[in-house]
């Protein structure tokens, strides 16, 4: 099991004032550095004491996501190439069912205008989903999140359906062995200047741009399927995700 440090890509929206703003920004980055260096050690269920789910929408054509990951939608085309190669990835549709690479060609298949057969590269998908765990280690006394899966998505604009579709779910212990394993999956640009960094330690020290979409449990239903004004979903995303951080906050600096 991969663990990493809870590092949330953004902070407080309406800080009390901004000396807690700059303590709230300083905290949260001493956690990572000084916590990074446990990431592989594993987490019993019994010293879990609280525990939300967060997805992250992480578009690899940010510019901010191309110079860590690459440009061409690099971590799609590595998972696709494995799972052609025996790799581990499941249905989104029906979690725990493992789906073939011959069945991920299926989806990517189209007529176009024409009617001529033709199918989507995997350099077009360039949505991601991450999902993870948040949690409290009761044995460490610490926050960390748990990261358990990468999903590849069809963007809207090019999906038949019209809608941001899945395509496949890859556990992130799975992910971790590709990127170790395949030489295009490390970043020329890092956040600590070390040059040829992996995929997975970009991850690991939360390199890329992301927006959250849900907080909640598993089955809770994503922020946009909660509120169909896009202005009240986003408001909720940014309340919960604000109550997450002062959380972390007000237990390393109690009052």
Not at 27 to 32: D, R
Not at 148 to 174: D, M, Q, R
Not at 197 to 205: D, G, P, T, Y
Not at 217 to 229: A, G, I, M, S, V
Request: glycine share 2%.
């Amino acid at each position: 099991m991969i663990i990493t440090p809870y590092y949330p890509t953004t902070f407080i929206r309406y800080p009390s004032n901004p000396d807690r703003m700059k303590k709230i920004t300083l905290l949260l980055s001493l956690v990572i550095l000084l916590h990074t260096h446990s990431f592989a050690q594993h987490i019993r269920e019994q010293d879990i004491v609280y525990s939300r789910c967060i997805v992250r929408e992480i578009n690899l054509r940010y510019a901010a996501n191309t110079a860590v990951f690459g440009k061409g939608c690099t971590i799609p085309v590595i998972l696709l190439d494995a799972l052609k190669t025996g790799a581990q990835a499941y249905s989104h549709e029906h979690p725990g069912k493992q789906i073939s690479y011959e069945e991920v060609q299926e989806k990517l298949w189209f007529r176009s205008d024409d009617s001529c057969t033709a199918f989507y590269a995997a350099e077009e998908l360039y949505v991601l989903e991450l999902t993870e765990k948040f949690i409290f280690d009761k044995n460490t006394s610490e926050f960390r999140f748990i990261p358990l899966s990468l999903t590849v998505f069809i963007p809207a604009e090019i999906s038949s359906k019209g809608v941001l579709e899945p395509l496949a779910v890859f556990p992130f212990a799975e992910c971790t062995r590709i990127f170790r394993n395949d030489p295009r999956a490390y970043a020329a640009v890092t956040k600590i200047g070390q040059p040829r960094m992996n995929f997975n330690e970009q991850f690991v020290l939360r390199s890329y741009v992301s927006k959250i979409v849900k907080i909640g449990n598993e089955d809770d239903l994503y922020f946009d399927q909660r509120y169909t004004d896009p202005y009240k979903a986003f408001m909720a995303m940014k309340e919960e995700e604000n109550a997450l951080q002062e959380m972390v906050y007000e237990a390393y600096h109690p009052k």
